[in-house]
């Protein structure tokens, strides 16, 4: 009969054990990995879903950035489509203008249509000449023709903004030069606009060295060189 060796079957035991302790012990890091990279999984997706999110609304910004900016389709950016708006009012108070100074020959119209370039879509200004029947680009005026149509668009831009903005008052106006190019006619019919505002309780200062203002003028401030020497005098009566 063949008796167990009782320390080999101790150390077997030991050895079982120890790869038990092992196996556990692995078992055991193993689990915590797990749980770690589970916790880490569920990071990324929460930042994933928030880059996702910030993505989309950067997205919806950027094309709405787009349209107010006109830059896409053929529309005309928001601030544009605004001052476009503001400026048929301006034109419209700038024609009653025209219609006076002109003998109601010309009127402005405003350019709207789709153009290949944007940039001054919805800004651009034609003239209509009731003479010729049709609109002409604004570069065709002549100097004195110029001269009358930015001085209606000025009486009407301060017009517009006393009218649309309460409790500002433009209470002054100065325009410099450019009536040398009118003939009397013209001239006569811009001086009577002129005196028209200023009975409304608007002054209107005029810088010019045509003559002619001399004689309709009753207050004015008169600059005059000598060798090289300029004096200022003031003069309220002819």
Not at 14 to 32: G, M, T, V, W
Not at 166 to 171: K, N, P, Q, R, T
Request: charged residues 30%.
């Amino acid at each position: 009969k063949i008796r167990p060796n009782i320390e080999e079957m101790k150390q077997i035991q030991r050895d079982e054990q120890e790869r038990h302790r092992r196996a556990k012990e692995f078992l055991q890091q193993s689990d915590n990995l797990l749980n770690k990279n589970k916790e880490c999984r569920r990071k990324a997706e929460k930042v994933w879903k928030n880059s996702k999110e910030k993505l989309e609304l950067a997205e919806r910004k950027q094309s709405l950035y787009n349209v107010l900016r006109g830059q896409k389709g053929i529309a005309p950016g928001f601030s544009r489509f605004v001052l476009a708006n503001y400026f048929r009012s301006v034109i419209e108070v700038a024609n009653i203008h025209l219609d006076k100074l002109t003998g109601g020959r010309y009127n402005l119209v405003l350019d709207d249509t789709a153009k290949a370039n944007l940039k001054n879509m919805g800004l651009e200004l034609d003239v209509y000449d009731d003479n010729a029947g049709v609109n002409r680009p604004v570069h065709t005026l002549s100097g004195g023709e110029s001269f009358i149509f930015s001085l209606s668009l000025a009486m009407a831009l301060g017009e517009v903004i006393q009218e649309r903005n309460g409790g500002i008052s433009i209470e002054a106006m100065f325009i410099d030069e450019g009536f040398g190019t009118l003939d009397d006619e013209r001239l006569q019919s811009v001086l009577s606009a002129l005196q028209s505002l200023e009975n409304n309780n608007r002054m209107i200062g005029i810088i010019s060295h045509v003559d002619k203002f001399k004689e309709q003028i009753p207050a004015q401030i008169q600059v005059t060189s000598k060798e090289g020497i300029s004096t200022i005098g003031y003069q309220t009566e002819f």
